[in-house]
């Protein structure tokens, strides 16, 4: 005998289907402004009545095959092609986003680490951070680095000093403290060590921490073999073009039987096997690998900054190149394909999609690649 659903059930069901189809609508209209950039930059016309009049049958076409309202559906469509033309008009008279002409290669990554240090001082005044209160697949990532860290922090036979290399609002420097004698936490980004400092203010271990401003590309400012612990965590280690130099002078910092652990995003992820995935996946960023850097969402806008995604054999070729082998495991993989709004309110499947996510670590498809390793 069938069981029929109340007003309230369906009425939630509904809720996240006009959600569902929101989000859908923005992630149409981000297309949508890609599109207005590339047609400027080929100097082509924005309106294309023939483009238009295809979709629009293509659509109907559709409907019918699915049983829906074919002049209903072309109705839908117009009214997003309409927005879509709406927001490309608007973009095209902002004169900010003129495109100058070609850049260079520095010039572009110049480009990016502005807005990497437009991204840091917005969230500088966060210090539970917008990671850890958005984007479920990203949140269950640092859960499960979490665990790492705190394994590798238990093999340690010396807890003098430990380094976090690309520190932010000193989230992850503070906690460690906890384990260790004396804490040291650089970042590239002045908001983020000013707001690093106010935080260790507060916190219980903040008399033994220290912030600098720091772009450790240029090196690790303290003596050889003084740590016993280096740490770049959530992708940090992706974020930097030179990671040679950056993993040689780790090896350097550590002390004999000293340990690190480095993240990065994964190029082989199940997440990049797609050419496009038609919904925001469920992670603050995620690697773009057409324009070749990370996506960041903030502000509902999204942000570009340097970000260069490795394989797992990658990332075991710099170390081993370095000298040193490595213990590598990758998470999340499911997680990190589904929209965000499918966890939303379910804790049964936030814990059994964790659980899977955990049983793929060692599959080479999860979106972050953990390095860890002794010298």
Known sequence: METMLDLEQLGVRLASVDTMMMVLAKRRMELALQVGRFKRRANQKMFRADVEDKRIAKIKEWALEHGL???FAASLLYLLIGESCKLQAIQMQDETLNIVGP???DEWYEDLKKNLLLLTERWCDSYDNDYE????ATKAYL???????KREIERLSNRGTVIDLGCATGRLTLPLCEHFQHAIGYDVSPHMVATAKKNAGVHISGARTSFSEVDVENGIPVGDATASFVVMNLGTASDVRNIKEVIGETLRVLEPGGRFLFSFY?????????EFLPWPVGLVASINLYKHCLEVHSRNEVLSVYARPYTAAEVEALFLEAGVAINVSTYPTISSILPDDVFENQPGTQEAVTAIDANLASSSMGAYIIATGQK
């Open 103 to 105: 850049q260079t290669e």
């Open 133 to 136: 209160n958005h984007a479920f």
């Open 266 to 274: 994964n190029r082989d992820a199940l997440l990049y096997r797609w």
């Open 143 to 149: 859960i499960f680095e979490q665990g790492h860290i």
């Open 69 to 71: 309202n074919p002049n």
